[in-house]
């Protein structure tokens, strides 16, 4: 890992291509970093890729523990999102 010390305004540059700026620091301890890269480069924050893989995850182990193989797309969306147990398979499945 790199580790750089930058003040506001400074830039760092990754490839040809993205650039982070260091746009506001020093309220807390959160920095605020602007970054300029493609579209077809995908930024995401690792909390809330983990918090999704989780709920896939836990969605996923709903659906096999209720053996819901036949349950409709919103009914695993409803699940997933902890709002309601994956439903089990009615009695024509």
């Known amino acids: 890992m790199l580790v750089l010390t930058r003040k506001i305004g400074e830039k760092i540059l990754i490839g040809n291509d993205i650039t982070l700026t260091i746009l506001d620091g020093g309220r807390g301890e959160g920095i605020r970093i602007g970054i300029d890269a493609p579209r077809n480069v995908s930024i995401h924050r ?22 819901s193989g036949d349950a409709n797309p919103e009914q695993l969306i409803i699940a997933a999102l902890g709002l309601a147990p994956a439903p089990a398979p009615g009695p024509d499945a």
């Open 46 to 67: 690792s909390e809330v890729v983990d918090a999704v893989s989780a709920s896939n995850q836990a969605a996923l182990h709903a659906a096999e523990d209720a053996g």
